[in-house]
């Protein structure tokens, strides 16, 4: 630990903490344009400079570049540093604009606070200023370079701690100029970080910009619920609608950043299209009509039938209240168990990553970025967490060596290691891998089961079966590693590979690495709905029900089924059997159009909640808004309407989880208030780690890590005969892969205006030398015929994948519900090109 003084308080920190750092600490600010906690130093601006009086060094420094040594003085008010800022600041201010009042940075600018502060406010210099030509660089984005300092935040960002090179600086000296060598979209999926990190107005937020002031906006916290990851975020509001999301720093979970997918995925909130009034068959009607018509029908159907001809199905993209509020309701009235996943390979795979996930095991994104070596299996990054991708290169610049092992093209923006492996060949890799690097000794360490477990592992010849091979340089970094992550996804993986890669994660900590495991799973409340759901309750059971006729009712809970069902034309045959489809949900959904009783619930915005990310990790999000019709809508773009009454236009959608519980007793309950501490009861008995809090308002802002559901008498229980049985590829047909990507596959994302330009085309993809086999090239036009249907989509081929395998996306203009759910089967037979 090193002991300084900083303007007569003393510090101790620890070694390498900068003094700019060390001045933070005390709630000391420094000015600082170029030096950013996430960036690092890089002493490009100057005027974080301090006087250092006593120590190794003397007179005026840079904070940001000097490590925090024993015995130092320094100054961060001394007459000779507010002098060096001063013309600093009027250095930077030779060449910029005066045009504050029409730059969104204003009043949150570094920039303009450093000058005022700093005293600066006559323009000595004379001459012409400098001046760049602006770029067009997407939809995110207005670029505005004449407001530029020369920071090199941006670039340092965009290129080195993001991995992508599109973006960067050109030119020298005062002359310098940061962009793209050409107008065009920006390829980095967290380009919108730009706008938070630049300390001026060059990079300002194009879909919110002259909207308001930060000073304008109801500022709140919130959470992104578009993937598993449970990002931190701010949510800006202005007349009753979200209009900008920014990121919020989370030590444990995203730290400074979030991707452009949560930055912008917040659209569905406000669009006119979205639901404000319940209805009855097509027909609006009041909030209350439209729940006693509910609770009538409801009735009706369970005299008729019974309580187990009800069903329910729950969403992925639901508060834990919610889910909670569904599964006591479908007990209390003693329907089916709610469902909340498409088949009970889906449910097996969430509820075995759960029951794996030890305690010791478990890390964080942050972890990742410490770790010196990652393995992904059956893990896409980009396409299904971009912000893991992000702390995966945080720990590749740090010297760590990155290996998938997956059968799609994945693409990642820094070097890695990669083995385009079938599914079925993934326990033979893990085992190999295991083979290579863990001695029997190490297994019995951990008692029988692992001894008995390592032995059972199939030797030589039978991993050798698993082409291509494991590298040299794969195994020698992992042996040599120390902190280990085992990165693993649910999606396309056997329950087998998931425990298995629990099994290798916990043999690399008996032989004394610091180990750790990772899963991802299929949506930001997966691992509460895992939690809550039985080993069989699947969508696709509630189908099979239906179609035999034991099931005459459903409820669908912010769910919609038309957008993940692999089979549309199955799904329609058995919504048109039943006698009662009830949807509540605040998106216009397929399924909300065809509800005979539609009732709207409120946003998570709207609404605030528990989500319970991938990690476990229990975190709370404050309700920022009340609700309503935004202004903008309600008034046609003009002054809204002069009415004088007693609500807000569109207030009626409340919390689902508030009209489930009306639905379990009967009626409308008065006393929100009780309920909710009712409802609290129920949640902490569920996760025993909240108990010690008495509501949620006491839950810190970085989560509790629970561990529910875990079962540690699965370890090493692996059946190898079955796990090691490698089908080789026929040449005759496929396995389809269906998958998802950064932009246009993700429910809610998906209804961003502002996102579409960035979504790909959608695509099939297959192998090169498969596809030239049976006759077709790259972006040609093919057909999948199945019994159900038939698709049409371009065809894309690459080399770096697996060969007998087909991925295709579950992009929104993609009519890609055809398939069987499970394991799909293509026939080459079936695939045919279009003339």
Known sequence: MSKLIIDDREIEVSPGTKVIEAAAQLGIMIPRFCYHPALGSVGACRVCAVKFIQGPFKGVQMSCMIDAQDGMVVSTTDEDVADFRRHVIEWLMLHHPHDCPVCDEGGH?????????????IRRYLGKKRTYTDQFLGPLLQHEMNRCIHCYRCSRFYQEYSGYRDLGAMQSANRTYFGRFTDGILESPFSG???????TGVYTDKPSRYFGRRWDYQRSPSLCINCSLGCHTVASIKYREVKRQEARFSEPVNGYFICDRGRYGFFYSSLESRPRMARINGKQCTFNQAQHAMIEKLEEIKKNSGSAAIAAVGS???????????????QTKRWRDPACFIDSSQVQNVKTAISRLEPQLRVSLRDIERADFILAVGADPINEAPMLALAMRQAQRNGATIVVIDPRPVSLPFPFLYLPAAPMALSAYLG???????????ADKMGDGARKFYDRIPEGKKLAEAQPPLSSEMLQSLQQSRRPIIVCG????SETVLSLSADFALLLQAAEKQAGLFYLMPGANAFAGGILSGEKDSFLQIIEQIEDGSIRALISVEADPFWWFDDRPRLERALDKIDLLVVLDYLDSQAAQRANIFIPTATFYESGGMLINQEGRVQVAPRALLGGIPIS?????DHPPRLYDVGIAGFDPKAAWLTLADLANGAAQEDEKALQQH?????????????????????????????????IDSRFSINWSAASNIRHDSGDDFD??????TFGTEELSSLSPCLWKLERKPCLVMHSGRAEIIGLTDVDLVEISTETGSLEAELRTADNMAPGILVLPRHRKLAWQIFTPGKIRIRKDQIRKKQ
Do not use: Y
Request: glycine share 10%; proline share 3%.
């Open 633 to 637: 809508q309600a008034g046609g773009g």
């Open 193 to 199: 970080n730009l706008s938070d990190i630049c300390p």
């Open 736 to 741: 389809l892969i269906e998958v998802d990507w």
């Open 490 to 493: 649910t999606e396309i993986l």
């Open 679 to 711: 409802l609290w009861k129920q949640i902490s008995d569920l996760i025993p780690q909240l108990a010690t809090f008495s509501s949620i308002d006491e839950i810190p802002q970085e989560g509790i890590v629970c561990s529910c559901g875990v079962n």
């Open 432 to 442: 190999s891998l295991i083979k290579a690097v863990v001695n029997r000794g190490t």
């Open 316 to 330: 992925l993209r639901s508060s834990l209240e919610t889910l909670v509020m569904l599964a006591q309701l479908c």
């Open 109 to 121: 600018c570094l920039l303009q606070d450093m000058t005022v502060s700093g005293g600066h406010g």
